[in-house]
């Protein structure tokens, strides 16, 4: 009788520890895949310089050097920028000494911050959200347009999977909190009148 009892329970059992199995199997797999989708989007991050721009940069025994503490998080907050030089000659535009605000004929731009966060980085972003910016070169994939020297063209002759990598990256950053200015855009041009 007990081993009847017995050969039921497992009978029972096994069929649960096979699906428990398998769950954590699939389980396993997300997270492999997720793992591997965002190693990638950091390889993209660093070979596509976005640390150039989006980190700021401070002065360092060599010269200028990535301030990693505040990595990807857009301009510090705390520097208000003086109003741009103005432009003679052939030089077309300007650069703050952190390297992430630039002053041009479009205006003046701010690196924004990349991070997480949810109230000044990419933190209410969504993925749909992310792409069409990278497609549209509109804020938010809807708003104004992304300013010099964003190369978001660059960004747009990446496949999804690689755009959704770099999100997923950028999603698994420490979140920083840096409120970044809004851009300052350039009036379009006068025509010129003719003499006539």
Known sequence: ????????????????????????????????????????????????????????????????????????????????????????????????????????PWGVSYAKNLTPDRVSGLGIWTEDMFLKTMRTGKHMGVSRPILPPMPWENLNALNDNDLKAIFAYLRSIKPIRNEVPDAVIAPPPVPAQSAG
């Open 1 to 104: 009788m007990k081993r009847l009892f017995v050969s039921l329970i497992l009978l029972a059992i096994v069929p649960l520890l096979t699906a428990c199995s398998e769950d954590a199997n699939a389980t396993t797999t997300k997270i492999t895949e997720k793992q591997t989708q965002i190693e990638r989007g950091e390889y993209l991050v660093h070979f596509g310089g976005c640390n150039h721009c989006h980190t700021p940069m401070v002065m360092g025994k060599n010269g200028p050097e990535l301030d990693m503490t505040r990595a990807l998080s857009g301009h510090p907050q705390d520097i208000v920028m003086p109003e741009a030089p103005k432009m003679k000659g052939p030089w077309g535009w300007s650069a703050a000494e952190t390297n992430t605000a630039f002053a041009g």
